[in-house]
């Protein structure tokens, strides 16, 4: 069933001009996004690794059972909107300081964290601690994952989502990451929502097309997506698409990458989910196709080789 969400991610933006007060410029700028945010519908807010590298010291890291300035701001966002929002943060746990995107419920709950895996060599002599890898959390505004900063160059943990398939990959970071960003939306099968300084942040579709962008003209990106999706290999498909729109009609949209030979079908249907009609007319899933290949071409190989 359609599952559609309004997601929103806010671009950070440093004065190096007047670094003595860069602290309170991050909470400015928090602020007056959210002010720009009340009421508007959002589910999902993704903040940068600007809030937590700028806004806050090591001495300040935060804990859920005692949160401060930062946890509390997120807290009143997502309160506000009756939203989720993962937000940047140092965050403290057992003596140790890791950077993290904590995610906090439209009640204000902390819903679970994400502890940035690979920390740049700087902070590992800062002091902040490596996590565990890849994690998903539940969230109303569906399952979510985080990806901080240096993380984006490792593949290893990008091969870790791809297992988990967040629905969303909410990517909070210093620096952009270019091509890489639209590289992860597609392996992970996911909608990648970029929180970033400089160049810009923007939200990607598991395609790895861009659907919004902030500029100098605006500092938040939004995009409304449908979460209900299903991927497939576009060879050899295409009649059966031309036979679902026939009988779903508006209940179901499908986009094409011929490029990549993949396509995805979204439901917007409050009675059926994109993987039931993907059934229903034999689309098999994209990750299922290249398995079923492998073992074909595994057998293959084995026989040729008892063969010979």
Known sequence: MAKIINIATIH???????????????????????????????????????????????????????????????????????????????????????NAIGFVGPDGEVLGDYRKTFPTPGELKQGIFPGDGAKVIETPAGRLGGVICYDLKFDDLRDQYHLLRPDVLCFSSFFHGAHTQANWAFKCRSFFAAACKDLSSDIINPLGRNLASTSYYGRIARARVNLDRFITGAGGFYAEFADIYRKYQDEVVIEKDLGLGVSVLYSQSEQRSAAEIAKEFGLVDIDEQFSTYLDTRANILDISRKVH
């Open 12 to 98: 950070f933006q440093v004065s190096e001009n007047h670094e003595e007060r860069l602290c309170d410029s991050a909470y400015e700028q928090l602020a007056e996004a959210a002010a720009m945010l009340k009421g508007t519908g959002v589910d999902l807010v993704v903040t940068c690794e600007g809030m937590a590298a700028v806004g806050q010291k090591m001495d300040q890291a935060e804990s859920v059972s005692k949160p401060g300035r930062l946890l509390r701001a997120y807290q009143e966002i997502a309160e506000a909107n009756r939203c989720t929002v993962a937000g940047s943060i140092k965050l403290e746990d057992g003596g140790k300081v890791y």
